[in-house]
T-cell receptor
Framework: ETGVTQTPRHLVMGMTNKKSLKCEQH?????MYWYKQSAKKPLELMFV???????ENNSVPSRFSPECPNSSHLFLHLHTLQPEDSALYLC????????????FGQGTRLTVV | GESVGLHLPTLSVQEGDNSIINCAYS??????FIWYKQESGKGPQFIID?????DKRQGQRVTVLLNKTVKHLSLQIAATQPGDSAVYFC????????????FGQGTELSVKP
């Protein structure tokens, strides 16, 4: 285990559903990230939170809504998704945004039907 | 746009041989590079990193080489083992933003017994 825990591991949802992905880090880090990993594509950065404030939204559609209530938890709220949003969603954390490595969770495999 | 790319999508090696995985990056301002290993069903796992003021760094059975002149990064795995089978990603960042990573496509390493 890397110290970053994501739940659920798998999620199937309809296009009209609302669901949330959860990430928790036990590393004492103060920066957290959401990445999307689609098949045959590189990981794509979605959101960056530093000290619980969103510092970057990488042109992500509004049907994805992040929330960071404290430095240990990060959520990704999902609503009215499209089938092309099916992917592996990865959470990561790092100590600040400085040049130290990011640690990833296991990811949530999302399927939109 | 700027991106990090990998030369080969797949690499097959014999158990016990050395493996070399290559990566090209395009942003000359990048100052921090990381290699990640991703096994099936898991999130990326940190292997080794290198800063732009270095040209070589060694870990346990792994070595990363950085050639800033040609913007080339490589990962060498000594005495490759079946457990090394995975997809390997290089990632770059700049401006001290360790978690805001730009990932390459990935190279799938297969180790033959």
């Amino acid at each position: 285990e890397t110290g970053v825990t994501q739940t659920p591991r798998h999620l199937v949802m309809g296009m009209t559903n609302k669901k949330s992905l959860k990430c928790e880090q036990h590393l004492g880090h103060n920066a957290m990230y959401w990445y999307k990993q689609s098949a045959k594509k590189p990981l794509e950065l979605m959101f960056v939170y530093s000290l619980e404030e969103r510092v970057e939204n990488n042109s992500v559609p509004s049907r994805f809504s992040p929330e960071c209530p404290n430095s240990s938890h990060l959520f990704l709220h999902l609503h009215t998704l499209q089938p092309e949003d099916s992917a592996l969603y990865l959470c990561a954390s790092s100590q600040g945004q400085g040049a130290t490595e990011a640690f990833f969770g296991q990811g949530t495999r999302l399927t939109v039907v | 746009g700027e991106s990090v790319g990998l030369h080969l999508p797949t690499l097959s090696v014999q158990e016990g041989d050395n493996s070399i995985i290559n990566c090209a990056y395009s942003n000359s301002a990048s100052d921090y590079f990381i290699w990640y290993k991703q096994e099936s069903g898991k999130g990326p796992q940190f292997i080794i990193d290198i800063r732009s003021n270095m040209d070589k760094r060694q870990g346990q059975r792994v070595t990363v080489l950085l050639n800033k002149t040609v913007k080339h990064l490589s990962l060498q795995i000594a005495a490759t083992q079946p457990g090394d089978s995975a997809v390997y990603f290089c990632a770059e960042t700049f401006g001290g933003q360790g978690g805001k990573l730009i990932f390459g496509q990935g190279t799938e390493l297969s180790v033959k017994p």
